[in-house]
């Protein structure tokens, strides 16, 4: 049979002409790399078009060369691909590594005639060492490191890998001091992270440092990490929360044969705040008791009293919008022992003790709360109340009441700031600012009373803390009266 050689031409349908190889002008088209043709229509557009904006004009170039670059996904796809795969590339090197070992003790062994594989250890030593192989190891981990604190300000940081599971141990702290264990695995590819709590837990308390002193293994049986079923339990909202504070602080001072002279000194604060809040629907109602009493010691001096305070306050209050609430308030503030003014060693004026004085400030208006630590009350109708138990030992004089009478009124508006944050993670701001300003009393129209605390943060419990109270009383005086406290102690909150 006679074999004839078939010329295939290009088919024709009338202007247009198809090629034989179809391929060929693929390879050639620009932006082959992009499946969706109306995309490359699009590039192809807009390369055409000049708008007016310059900026747009660049913004365009920059994404329509981000859209044409192939080199830039081939080169995604290859890390991809390579992320996937780099359990198993670990573990064949691991595996080669392994066996170059043997063949080492092996080779360098007199009883046993073994021939060293260099063919092996050369390949091994060239991925090892390669750059490439290197960088892409590195970027195949995700560098996010996760840190996760209780609050005890107790911290764990650990790092998420690809490929890699992991199990980490957490103390969950709550306010009361009870700990629960629990443990945080890293699952793979990385991205997942579980919670699992301790078989058998129940409500405990437990010392921390000997739980961190003692060595923990992670490596547990798989029936360890088990969870039990969950049992549905009925929720409800709580209503009432209260909650108390206890500071303990001292302040020593000695001196013995000393030639810069001085005396030895003691002084002991203790600080009671409790409080009782209620929060319903758009209802509010929040109560405090605050005690504070200081002693203070000097050389041979008797132990005198050089602080007291005790204040109540009870304030209801009816949200009108946003963070507004139509507010009313009841203060009460006095002292409960005996106060002495000492005008020499041996010489002292008693000038107060239980509601002696006694101040109690009834007020309405609107109180400004955006969150649960900070308070502006704006009142502009208050009734301010001065009250003498004893005015026979004690001159009513000292406290603007006048003599033969017990108790002095007043009318006038009330403002009264309260807040509380946090400086540097370690630093505790509490700031009050209560004004008065009168009405009637031309004479004694306006007190003040700012007082800031800062407490520095040791510990869980130790606390160093520095107090200022400035007053501002016309009842008493024309001048500023100023007050400081430098203490070191504890802090407990129930």
Not at 70 to 91: A, F, W
Not at 418 to 438: C, G, H, T, Y
Not at 458 to 479: G, H, L, P, Q, W
Request: aromatic fraction near 14%; include cysteine; hydrophobic fraction near 35%.
């Amino acid at each position: 049979m006679e074999i004839r050689n078939l010329d295939v031409q290009p088919l024709e349908s009338g202007q247009l002409a198809f090629p034989a190889n179809l391929s060929f002008l693929k390879k050639n088209l620009k932006n082959n790399h992009i499946e969706n043709p109306a995309i490359r229509y699009a590039i192809q557009n807009l390369k055409k078009e000049k708008h007016r904006d310059a900026d747009l004009n660049n913004a365009l170039d920059v994404l329509m060369r981000y859209a044409q670059n192939d080199t830039l996904k081939n080169m995604v796809n290859y890390i991809r691909d390579y992320v996937s795969t780099t359990c198993k590339n670990e573990e064949a090197l691991n595996t080669v590594n392994a066996r170059l070992v043997i063949d080492s003790i092996r080779y360098a062994s007199d009883t046993v005639r073994y021939t060293f594989d260099s063919d092996l250890r050369t390949l091994a030593s060239y991925i090892q060492l390669d750059s490439n192989y290197i960088w892409l190891k590195k970027i195949s981990r995700d560098s996010v490191m996760i840190e996760i604190s209780n609050t005890t300000d107790s911290t764990l940081k650990f790092w998420i890998n690809n490929g890699r599971k992991e199990y980490h141990r957490f103390w969950a702290v709550n306010k009361l001091g009870d700990s629960i264990g629990t443990w945080i695995q890293v699952a793979p590819p990385g991205n997942t992270i579980r919670f699992y709590v301790d078989d058998d837990v129940y409500r405990s308390k437990m010392d921390l440092k000997k739980a961190r002193a003692k060595k923990i293994s992670n490596r547990l049986a798989a029936s360890y990490y088990h969870l039990q079923a969950l049992t549905p339990g009925e929720l409800h909202r709580r209503h009432w929360t209260y909650y108390s504070e206890v500071e303990m602080a001292m302040g020593q001072g000695y001196v013995a044969n000393w030639s810069g002279g001085g005396e030895n000194s003691l002084s002991v604060l203790s600080n009671l705040r409790y409080f009782i809040n209620y929060n319903k629907n758009k209802t509010s109602w929040e109560n405090f008791l605050h005690y504070r009493l200081g002693f203070l010691k000097s050389g041979d001096q008797n132990i005198r009293k050089n602080e007291e305070k005790l204040e109540l306050n009870s304030k209801v209050g009816q949200k009108a919008f946003k963070h507004w609430y139509y507010t009313a308030q009841l203060n009460i503030l006095t002292t409960v022992f005996n106060s002495y003014e000492y005008s020499g060693e041996n010489e002292k004026k008693k000038i107060g003790n239980f509601m002696t004085p006694g101040y109690f400030t009834l007020s309405v208006g609107m109180d400004y709360k955006p969150n649960d630590n900070f308070s502006l009350y704006l009142s502009p109708i208050a009734g301010k109340w001065t009250y003498l138990r004893d005015t026979v030992g004690i001159d009513p004089g000292r406290y603007g009441v006048d003599a033969g009478k017990k108790s002095k009124g007043d009318a006038g508006a009330r403002v009264e700031l309260r807040n509380k944050f946090s400086l540097f993670k370690f630093i505790d701001v509490r700031n009050e600012l209560i004004m008065f300003s009168s009405y009637y009393n031309s004479q004694q129209s306006f007190t003040g009373n700012w007082q800031v605390q800062l407490d520095f943060k040791i510990n869980y419990f130790m606390r160093a803390s520095v107090y200022t109270n400035v007053v501002y009383d016309e009842n008493y005086s024309k001048k500023l009266q100023f007050k400081e406290n430098l203490n070191l102690g504890v802090n407990f909150r129930f």
